[in-house]
């Protein structure tokens, strides 16, 4: 990653879940003035400022936050990137102190998005008189159940079904498995949207949004916000030493979208840019999957936890199911897997969701998770993926 | 031909425009002349080899289901699917089999067909495609 670390001095997530009384400047302001805190800083020291959120990407929330929490003039990038948006608030901060840009930098991803129903639903158009060809195909009408679909549960229970085409061993109840394993984990964090631990019956039995994936097989819309703060070396070791001691080294932060590939215009490719951007982290860190303590990827559904297990190189190619019936990816297992709970009970408010799987890495690599503490980590890796595609991958390090 | 010659054959509409109505029916892609990659909207150059000329070939009216999905959300389930046409994906819903994961299966073989939408105020039939199981 060049001669110069980044470490993350300050980090904070708001629970996830429904916030009726707080909009979204309160929410990015509740995680900011937390993150400051943490790094025991102020708006003053902050250096470039990269702001994620995806509802209202036109509204310039970055600068609504600075008139809430502190206006100095500093460069504001607000960015949205899909479900990849905070990675990428993350990355701006990121090159930019890398850049030499500044000194610090603060990434934050807010959303609000509780009520809003499941990603990607849309209402049915309305009907005219007579057939009017429209859009990209020519179409007469919502391709929407036409011509296959476009939903989020849809596309993502086709992600996975493709994986198992592919290599087999799949079923309903294997991905409901995976399911239970997230809830199961979700128990203890206190953060999370939803704490409450399903039987794999109550899993399966529950109301049927995309075959395979039932309602707890799907993450939850919610509203949250998640803040950070970067600074190179020579800002770290400036910081008292309390803050240094608690500093985490980013040891790889990539961002990749997908390259061409045979069918991606048929069904979005999750996996080729996922498996790009873990090759070039595992490169930037020097380290192999083999080294990671914890691993938080991007649960959407659960049939995409299942593909990114490959993806991620967690396990042999085509080693997914045998990955997850070993017991791997429980909390207790050799490698554990979105011990947050993940996106299905944590909740996916978008733009906050690719900086808090950072922010759980760091709460576990400092020893301060709590009840879910994955003990004596020091290596683990957050993975973050948005359709069309963007997909990010940091591998954070706990300092020698 | 005069408009309203013109008028009085056209008939049919079909639901998208790489939908090709006729005798047999067929999808259409544009193909990149160089790398053969296919599309089925417009591009200004490939997006697997930049080459920017492209020419209009018949995709394979029948393929083997790689991946599925029964979408329940609406008043009608349905099956969404990618169909794996001689080298071609196509992105469809599987119609003439009951939704559900005990009759739809990865790998089973499948062909194009068409069906009417209605017609409009105008008279102009609507023909959509689906794929069903092969006979
Ligand atoms: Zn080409």
Redesign the pocket.
């Known amino acids: 990653m060049g001669s110069e670390d980044i470490w993350i001095i300050g980090s904070n997530m708001t629970k996830f879940g429904k916030h009726p009384e707080k909009d979204v400047v309160d929410l990015a302001s509740e995680a900011s003035v937390a993150a400051l805190r943490d790094a025991e800083m102020t708006m003053s020291d902050i250096g470039v400022l990269g702001v994620g959120n995806l509802m209202n990407a036109g509204a310039g929330i970055g600068q609504q936050l600075q008139k809430q929490i502190g206006q100095t003039g500093v460069p504001v990038f607000n960015v949205s990137n899909a479900c990849a948006t905070g990675a990428t608030a993350l990355r701006v901060a990121i090159m930019a102190v890398k850049a030499g840009e500044a000194d610090v930098g603060m990434a934050v991803g807010v959303e609000k998005l509780a009520g809003a129903g499941l990603l990607g639903q849309r209402g049915p158009k309305p009907q005219s008189e007579t057939w009017e060809p429209s859009g990209r195909f020519g179409a007469i009408g919502s391709t929407e159940g036409r011509i296959g679909t476009n939903i989020m549960p849809g596309v993502f229970a086709q992600v996975g079904m493709e994986y198992g085409h592919k290599y087999g061993g799949t079923s309903f109840e294997l991905f409901a498995r995976i399911s239970e394993k997230n809830h199961a984990h979700s128990t203890l964090n206190p953060l999370a949207a939803y704490q409450k631990r399903f039987t794999l019956d109550e899993i399966m039995n529950d109301v049927m949004i995309a075959y395979p994936n039932t309602r707890p097989m799907c993450s939850g819309n919610c509203d949250g916000a998640a803040a950070m703060i970067v600074v190179n070396d020579e800002k770290k070791k400036s910081m008292p030493a309390e803050v240094q001691k608690r500093a985490i080294k980013i040891s790889a932060s990539v961002l990749t979208s997908d390259p061409w590939e045979e069918g991606c215009q048929i069904l979005p490719d999750v996996n080729t840019l996922t498996r790009n951007a873990a090759t070039q982290a595992y490169e930037q860190a020097g380290i192999g999957p083999e080294d990671l303590d914890l691993v938080e990827l991007h649960d959407c559904f659960a049939t995409a936890e299942l593909v990114h297990y490959d993806n991620l190189m967690l396990c042999e190619q085509g080693g997914a199911v045998d990955f997850f019936e070993s017991g791997a990816p429980w909390r207790d297992g050799t490698k554990p897997v979105n011990v947050s709970g993940g996106l299905q009970s944590k909740g996916h408010p978008i733009a906050a969701t690719g900086i808090a799987n950072i922010h759980e890495i760091v709460m576990h690599l400092r020893g301060e998770a709590g009840d879910r503490q994955i003990e004596g980590a020091k290596v683990g890796l957050a993975h973050v993926i948005g359709l069309g595609s963007a997909c990010g991958v940091h591998i954070l390090e706990k300092a020698a | 031909m005069n408009e309203s010659d013109n008028t009085a054959l056209i008939k049919q509409i079909p639901f998208v425009d790489y939908l090709v109505l006729g005798e047999e029916p067929y999808l259409m892609a544009n193909e ?1 002349n ?4 296919r599309y089925f909207d417009r591009r200004n150059a ?1 997006s ?4 920017d000329q492209f020419t209009k070939v018949k995709v394979a009216s029948s393929g083997v289901v790689t991946s599925f999905t029964i979408v329940e959300m609406g008043p009608v389930p349905y099956v969404s699917a990618v169909v794996d046409c001689d080298g071609t994906p196509v992105r469809c819903t599987l119609i003439g089999v009951d939704p559900t994961p005990e009759k739809v299966q990865l790998g089973m073989s499948v062909e194009l067909t068409t069906y009417s939408m209605g017609e409009d105020s105008e008279g102009t039939e609507a023909i959509a495609f689906g794929f069903t199981p092969a006979q």
Request: glycine share 10%.
């Open positions: 990149c160089q790398c053969q990659a490939c697997c080899c930049f080459g």
